[in-house]
């Protein structure tokens, strides 16, 4: 089923079933524009007089009902414990989880509080008028902290999958091209080192495995950050969710040509990510030292969701510029998303010529 049928059935079937479920007489209705990769459909609700919410209709058969339950239940969890989350709101039944049937197709539906505040791409990317953005950066890490402390407490109903049931041999030797087995090769031994790293309760739990500044909304008043879109959560280590904050500080010096003060600015701004994590929560620093190894995890699931999507929509595989260049740093083991290596370009940030790349990417 195809996003546009969905749509479809969701203007002629769907929402007035999802009105009625909610209680959403009189909210006016819009759709969310899908992002790349995207496998839901999103509504933003607004009513004089009542706070805004977000509709979410899953479609495809990629995740079953017991996942959508695990996910709601640690949002639920997160919301109750002061974590910084969109809540998710209960149907007039009861359920934090809506299971519609619509001739042999299934919809799995959930209604969130929409986040108070806005992106920062939709505030042109300037934080907090007369604060400095260090106050971000803090406010990223400890956002992360505290939800990182609440997953230590954390004992779920539904249990959620791990990220190694997932990201196995066995789904990357099924998931990527027989053309690009040297990418298997180093997906697969990555895989490897992850399966012996440790898992204890400081370093391993329930993580967001999405955090980055799409996935929350800042309140420009006070710098709050309410985070949302679980749809990734997974057990896994939480420097995963770590990896992904470094990651995000790339874009605000991804334009510098000098490469010792991309990794000046970038030890800087992580340090500070750091102070506002762990006024929250411990890290050891052992774990903190497998930064670049989860930097690549991070890589892996890019380029995996790459792969995921050309075979959702039905499409040979593709291989554009910033996907040759996500597998160029994997298959080459160019660490730091190669940030701070020749092959990192600040004209063109993480796309890799592919005039060069074809002769390596496509006959790997």
């Known amino acids: 089923m195809t996003y546009d049928e969905v749509v479809q059935i969701g203007d002629t079937y769907l929402l007035p079933l999802v009105s009625e479920l909610y209680g959403l007489e009189g909210y006016e209705i819009s ?27 899953a479609f495809l058969n990629d995740r079953s009902r017991e996942d959508f339950l695990a996910e709601v239940q640690y ?3 997160l919301f109750e414990h002061g974590g910084s989350v969109s809540n998710v709101i209960n149907s007039r039944k009861g359920n934090l989880l809506e299971e519609i049937t619509h001739h042999n197709d ?25 604060v400095p953005i260090t106050e971000y950066y803090y406010n990223c890490g400890k956002t992360l902290g505290k939800l990182h402390q609440l997953s230590k407490g954390y004992t779920p109903v539904q249990r959620r999958y791990s990220f190694l049931d997932k990201y196995n041999a066995e789904y990357i030797e099924k998931l990527i ?7 298997k090769e180093k997906l697969v031994a990555l895989l490897t ?13 329930m993580i967001h ?17 309410t985070v949302y879109d679980f749809d990734n959560s997974c057990f896994c280590w939480y420097m995963c969710d770590l990896a992904s904050i470094w990651r995000n500080g790339v874009g605000w010096i991804q334009f510098e040509t000098d490469a010792n003060k991309r ?14 994590y762990r006024s929250e929560t411990n890290i050891g620093d052992a774990m903190l030292d497998q930064l670049p190894l989860f930097i690549q995890i991070n890589l892996l699931e890019n380029i995996v969701d790459a792969f995921e999507c050309m075979q959702h929509a039905g499409e040979e595989p593709e291989y554009d510029e910033a996907l040759s260049y996500l597998i160029k740093c994997m298959e080459e ?11 990192y370009s600040c004209e063109e940030p993480f796309e890799y010529a592919l005039k060069e790349a074809a002769g390596e990417v496509y006959d790997s």
């Open 209 to 225: 495995f999405d955090y980055g500044d799409g996935n929350y909304h800042i309140d420009f008043d006070t710098g709050q950050i």
């Open 177 to 183: 091209p027989d053309s690009l087995s040297r990418l």
């Open 333 to 343: 083991d160019i660490p730091y998303m190669g940030f701070f290596h020749e092959i």
């Open 75 to 77: 949002i639920r969890y």
């Open 31 to 57: 759709r969310i524009n899908p992002h790349d990769g995207g496998r839901n459909i999103a509504y933003n609700y607004e009513k004089d007089g009542a706070d805004a919410k977000i509709l979410r209709i």
């Open 263 to 276: 990794k000046e600015f970038m030890d800087d701004y992580f340090k500070v990510c750091l102070e506002g």
């Open 193 to 205: 080192t992850v399966e012996g790293l440790e898992r204890s309760n400081e370093s391993y739990g």
């Open 106 to 130: 299934t919809f799995f539906v959930c209604l969130f509080e929409k986040a108070k505040g806005k992106h920062l791409v939709e505030n042109n990317y300037q934080y907090r008028e007369g």
